[in-house]
């Protein structure tokens, strides 16, 4: 060989890409885990419980399938977008199955609303309750319809990071003349209280309180009529199961029972995590799925931060927290629908008591979910599957849950054996409760508040928790208690508004 021939240059390997920690497993966690993966990101996925989902996770006993939080699937075309980013069809994965009618409001006096997706059907629902209320109910339907086209596909997917951001959005709060709640607004439209109460209820989904969440929120009613209320075959579960197959397929990884104790910041720059069990986790980016407040206030040195000090997460106005009953029959109950609103004797006091008052009052309102109604495989078979929600104040009441719960229970099982599962305690087999302090210890909310800062005017969009964190640099958010806020659709667009603020992998740069 000539000595003096050049040799070829030494070409170094590629370098990793950029790792990306992605702290809890929600609908929210698991589609930025999605978008980072299409970006390029090495992604990896830390829950604290032994199995994904989040308050989406599900839980099994003695044949019966319980998903633990959210089972209205509503604008399917947000979790399809996930899977084509993945080069996939979710319809090889999941199959959902349209919903009609979309739930039953029941009415203390026993009458009762089948809303679903039917015009013409919903109008005769309408009329029949107040025969002069058309003109009000499309005026209704109007606005609803301009709320969702202004919001959808605009603010609601994109991170309010500045506030340039704020100022391009009060043109479009303008024309919805945001400032007014959702129950004034509907109020303005519809004179019968039922129908108030049928078409303001929906903001009850996200943690809203309807006499105070802008109207901006009417949009869920618009959203449930373009795009259908679902449910996933199998449980909401066999979402969260399609979702972490496609991030296994795109290469990411889930670590379970992976609590993070705290999150690691250097020169204003979020750089790992630190786990209960001791372990560090060094990261070029961490994306938070968690709730913020306790998120701000227990995995971060108050050193690091300016604006979500202690003192301003102790401020905030919380959402409501939960009581939920998971229960199983040795029989079915077939008069009863898939999705049930209960409505008892008070609507704006019982309201007021829950988020203004934070008293634990005795009349309730409840959501009974009967799953077993479209998918009897949810069930052994002759049985029935179900659990009722019952919106309860947060952990600022005082209550003492460890003494309340089982009486509160009993009284809920009275009101359903009064009303729609006659004889129900002869046919009880399973029975177990979540609580707000449940969603505080186990779920890490500040305050049991089950959807994070109330979606007030005041704690949206910029207001709120932003996706890219305002205190520390490669810190971002996602998740009910971000922006745009809660449910399923929420969520999603969450991950989906951090792809706004969120840089490809091969132009990310790693601090020196």
């Excluded at 301003?312 to 919380?318: R, T």
Aim: charged fraction near 20%.
């Amino acid at each position: 060989m000539n000595a003096n021939a050049t040799e070829p240059p030494h070409l170094e390997a590629d370098p990793q890409p950029p790792l990306a920690l992605v702290i809890g497993s929600g609908f929210g966690g698991l589609a930025a885990a999605v978008r980072l993966c299409a970006k390029g990101w090495r992604v990896q996925v830390l829950e604290k419980l032994h199995e994904p989902g989040g308050r989406a996770r599900v839980m099994r006993v003695d044949g019966h399938t319980f998903d633990a939080g959210p089972t209205i699937v509503t604008a399917p075309l947000l979790l399809e977008e996930l899977w084509r980013l993945a080069g996939r069809h979710m319809a090889d994965d999941v199959t959902l199955r349209l919903l009609d009618p979309f739930y039953r409001i029941q009415f203390d006096d026993g009458d009762h609303f089948d809303y679903s997706g039917d015009p013409e059907r919903m109008r005769a629902e309408v009329l029949r309750i107040d025969p002069t209320a058309g003109p009000g109910y499309a005026a209704f339907l109007a606005e609803a319809d301009l709320c969702l086209d202004l919001c959808f596909d605009t603010l609601s997917c994109q991170s309010f990071d500045n506030m340039g951001d704020l100022f391009k959005a009060v043109p479009a709060i303008v024309r919805m003349k945001g400032w007014r709640s959702l129950h004034a607004m509907v109020a303005t439209h519809l004179q019968h209280p039922k129908l108030r109460q049928a078409l303001s209820l929906q903001s009850l989904l996200i943690g809203g309180n309807p006499f105070s969440v802008t109207c901006v929120y009417s949009l869920i009613n618009a959203l449930e009529r373009r795009f259908g209320v679902h449910w996933t075959m199998g449980g909401t579960g066999m979402l969260v199961k399609g979702l972490v197959d496609v991030i296994q397929g795109m290469g990411g990884r889930l670590r379970m029972g992976a609590e993070v104790r705290s999150i690691h910041v250097s020169d204003g720059r979020a750089c790992g995590v630190s786990l209960t069990s001791g372990e560090t986790i060094a990261a070029d980016i961490v994306v938070c799925n968690g709730d913020a407040a306790w998120t701000y206030k227990n995995l971060i040195e108050a050193k690091h931060r300016k604006v979500w000090t202690n003192a301003k997460v102790e401020k905030g106005k919380y959402s409501m927290s939960l009581f939920v009953w998971y229960f199983g029959t040795n029989k079915r109950f077939d008069d009863v629908p898939h999705h049930m609103m209960m409505m008892g004797p008070r609507y704006e006091g019982l309201l007021q008591d829950i988020f203004k008052h934070h008293h634990l009052s005795k009349d309730f309102n409840l959501y009974l979910h009967r799953p077993t109604a479209t998918d009897p495989a949810m069930a052994p078979p002759g049985c029935d599957t179900f659990y009722v929600l019952a919106p309860v104040p947060n952990l600022q009441s005082g209550t003492d849950w460890a003494s309340h719960a089982e009486p509160y229970r009993a009284a809920i099982a009275k009101a359903l054996e009064a009303t729609v599962l006659p004889n129900l305690s002869q046919h009880l087999t399973v029975s177990f409760m979540t609580h707000p302090q449940d969603f505080q210890d186990h779920l890490l909310s500040y305050q049991g508040a089950a959807f994070g800062l109330e979606p007030l005017m005041t704690q949206s969009a910029w207001f709120r928790p932003h996706n890219r964190s305002e205190d520390i640099q490669n810190l971002f958010m996602v998740g009910a208690s971000t922006h745009p806020g809660a449910g399923i659709p929420g969520v999603l667009m969450s991950a989906k508004a951090l792809d706004t603020v969120l840089p490809e992998a091969t132009t990310f740069k790693r601090s020196l």
